[in-house]
């Protein structure tokens, strides 16, 4: 499936040229049920079309806008590699999809700004974490997301315990399944090269790495750790028959706490600095300030959508109860401003916004 990043994406987060069109759906991914992505697919487009020709589009510009999307329907690779949600989005000189591990609320969105809100869980910093799978054959490497996870071919690193100590086979199997002194000095010094190897990658790095192999080596690697942040528990058992989907599913139990944690002291410091000019529920003032890059922290409910637009040479913020060319989702504009400027957001369901409010942001200064 596909994989998703900030930096990926960051080129959709700037404002285009013309009219942009997004859609979210979710989708199936076996059986029958991939006909209906098909159909349900070919809904949403005719929806986009007729919502452009009620734009003033003509039905020719309508239908030149969305060939590419319409070309996707008879793509049936496409259609049989489906993940739980399909993003898509549609400008004069744009057309990216996205196959991703999330079950999306089905929308579309048409003004001269792609709506990014619904992907920010899956590319916000604050969820990165790290995964290390190692067995006597298999030394891998995973860079995660809530959503997603990567393998990285890092170089330094061995690709098992024969490279790392030139061992045949009858000596590599006696290494990792006998208790002597000599059998640990030997791991260690396997261990010691992976750390190596990982330094170097992980310098300036903050984020989880998480241990993934059969119990006694979690001590053994622990001793030849020099990374800060590595976890205190371990995913137990050998990993070398899991992929890294399952790997992941394995892993986020370990990681969750310390994210909602951090997510439970932005909320706690958002209502300390609350009526003290460094934190806001007030969409207007936060708009302006997701612009000139104060904004620190910020709380955006998914599924949620508060319509305007943003004038950057008046400063002015206009705030509408409908969508219509011209305007976008002030919540998406501000969160798509804060992450560039190095801002935090944290899109959460409607209740988990402090304060009950539209939105929260923590300021800079």
């Known amino acids: 499936m596909d994989?998703?990043?900030?930096?990926?994406?960051?080129?959709?987060?700037?404002?285009?040229?013309?009219?942009?069109?997004?859609?979210?759906m979710p989708t199936r991914r076996k059986g029958t049920e991939i006909q209906h992505n098909q159909i349900q697919y070919k809904n949403l487009l005719k929806k986009v079309e007729e919502s452009l020709?009620?734009?003033?589009?003509?039905?020719?510009?309508?239908?030149?806008?969305?060939?590419?999307?319409?070309?996707?329907?008879?793509?049936?690779p496409f259609w049989r590699n489906q993940n739980d949600g399909l993003a898509l989005f549609i400008s004069e000189e744009v057309f990216r999809y996205y196959r991703l591990p999330r079950k999306f609320e089905e929308l579309v969105v048409?003004?001269?700004?792609?709506?990014?809100?619904?992907l920010i869980p899956m590319i916000s910093s604050n969820i990165e974490f790290y995964i290390l799978a190692i067995s006597q054959n298999?030394?891998?490497?995973?860079?995660?997301?809530?959503?997603q996870s990567k393998e990285i071919t890092l170089s330094g690193i061995p690709e098992n315990i024969s490279e790392a100590l030139n061992l045949d086979d009858f000596e590599k199997h006696s290494q990792l399944h006998t208790g002597s002194e000599d059998t640990k000095t030997n791991i260690l010094q396997y261990f010691k090269r992976v750390d190596r190897g990982l330094r170097e990658y992980l310098k300036d790095k903050k984020a989880p790495l998480v241990f993934a192999g059969v119990d006694y080596l979690y001590p053994i690697?622990?001793?030849?750790?020099?990374?800060?942040?590595?976890?205190?528990?371990?995913?137990?058992g050998n990993p070398e028959g899991l992929s890294a989907d399952e790997l992941h599913s394995l892993t986020w139990p370990i990681v969750e706490p310390t994210f909602e944690q951090k997510k439970a002291d932005m909320v706690a410091q958002y209502s300390q600095n609350a009526g003290t000019g460094l934190a806001s529920d007030n969409i207007e003032e936060i708009v302006?300030?997701?612009?000139?890059?104060?904004?620190?922290?910020?709380?955006?409910?998914?599924?949620?959508?508060?319509w305007g637009n943003f004038n950057p040479d008046t400063d002015e913020v206009h705030v509408s109860e409908h969508a219509k060319i011209g305007y976008e989702d002030l919540?998406?504009?501000?969160?798509?401003e804060t992450l560039l400027n190095g801002?935090?957001?944290?899109?959460?369901?409607?209740?988990?916004?402090?304060?009950?409010?539209?939105a929260a942001a923590i300021f800079r200064y």
């Open 3 to 24: 994989i998703l990043t900030g930096g990926i994406l960051e080129p959709l987060m700037h404002r285009q040229m013309g009219i942009c069109v997004s859609v979210y």
């Open 53 to 76: 020709i009620s734009s003033d589009l003509r039905p020719s510009e309508a239908k030149d806008l969305t060939t590419p999307a319409q070309e996707l329907l008879g793509d049936v």
């Open 110 to 118: 048409i003004t001269d700004r792609f709506h990014l809100k619904p």
């Open 138 to 147: 298999k030394v891998r490497f995973f860079e995660c997301s809530r959503y």
């Open 221 to 236: 690697y622990s001793e030849t750790n020099t990374y800060p942040s590595l976890a205190e528990r371990s995913v137990s």
């Open 288 to 306: 302006r300030s997701s612009y000139h890059g104060r904004v620190g922290v910020l709380f955006v409910p998914v599924g949620v959508q508060q």
């Open 331 to 336: 919540l998406d504009f501000a969160a798509i």
């Open 343 to 358: 801002g935090t957001v944290y899109a959460v369901e409607p209740k988990e916004v402090p304060h009950g409010s539209i």
